[in-house]
């Protein structure tokens, strides 16, 4: 495997299911991104994690729930969600989340659909 | 507040002819300025970059850009598209320090006519 891959592709859940989106980055990078991307919005920030630390949650409800066991991998868990949470969600990893210039690169995402 | 616009929901060019996809930002430092290219059930992948230095930057896939600080655009250009180039296009902006994040653009969707 090389890159960034995400598992499932495609996800459909009902609000009261528990699910969870998992991302590995295979580059040797130290920072991991998740966002959502939503049809015709700018790609919204969801989670930071540098060096397994998380540095920034952009007021995300609580009913997602990010993980970072190393700087590889990184789950994003879901309890209880909404049907407006229904989007792709893309994993991203750079070399690092501080200062300028980081180029991120991203998984193919997971394409969730809450009943 | 920084931001990202760009103005063109979709775009249709015939095979062949050129293209001009833009992008203005709003920041008050010099920004670092990507665009991407997300193909149909893609992740998105990098086509440029500009950091600083000669204001037009070369990318991949025969795609150019331009940086103007006295419009605030890095419009993206290709001579001749191709029917592969069907995609959607984000044009992104580096912020921050040592929080650094990017800030996204809507996205410009391109339809290639045969």
């Known amino acids: 495997e090389t890159g960034v891959t995400q598992t499932p592709r495609h996800l459909v859940m009902g609000m009261t299911n528990k699910k969870s989106l998992k991302c590995e980055q295979h580059?040797?990078?130290?920072?991991m991104y998740w966002y959502k991307q939503s049809a015709k919005k700018p790609l919204e920030l969801m989670f930071v994690?540098?060096?397994?630390?998380?540095?920034e949650n952009n007021s995300v409800p609580s009913r997602f729930s990010p993980e970072c066991p190393n700087s590889s991998h990184l789950f994003l868990h879901l309890h209880t969600l909404q049907p407006e949470d229904s989007a792709l969600y893309l994993c991203?990893?750079?070399?690092?989340?501080?200062?300028?210039?980081?180029?991120?690169?991203f998984g193919p995402g997971t394409r969730l659909t809450v009943t | 507040a920084q931001s990202v616009t760009q103005p063109d929901i979709h775009i249709t060019v015939s095979e062949g002819a050129s293209l001009e996809l833009r992008c203005n930002y709003s920041?008050?430092?010099?920004?670092?300025l990507f665009w991407y290219v997300q193909s149909p059930g893609q992740g998105l992948q990098l086509l440029l970059k500009?950091?600083?230095?000669d204001t037009l930057v070369q990318g991949i896939k025969g795609f150019e850009a331009e940086f103007k600080r006295s419009q605030s655009s890095f419009n993206l250009r290709k001579p001749s598209v191709h029917w592969s180039d069907a995609a959607e296009y984000f044009c992104?902006?580096?912020?921050?320090?040592?929080?650094?994040?990017?800030?996204w653009g809507a996205g410009t969707k391109l339809i290639i006519k045969p």
């Open positions: 580059l040797g990078h130290n920072a």
């Open positions: 920041y008050g430092a010099t920004p670092y």
């Open positions: 994690y540098n060096f397994k630390e998380q540095t």
């Open positions: 992104a902006v580096g912020v921050g320090g040592s929080n650094y994040q990017l800030i």
């Open positions: 500009y950091f600083s230095g």
């Open positions: 991203a990893s750079s070399q690092s989340s501080q200062g300028p210039g980081g180029e991120q690169y």
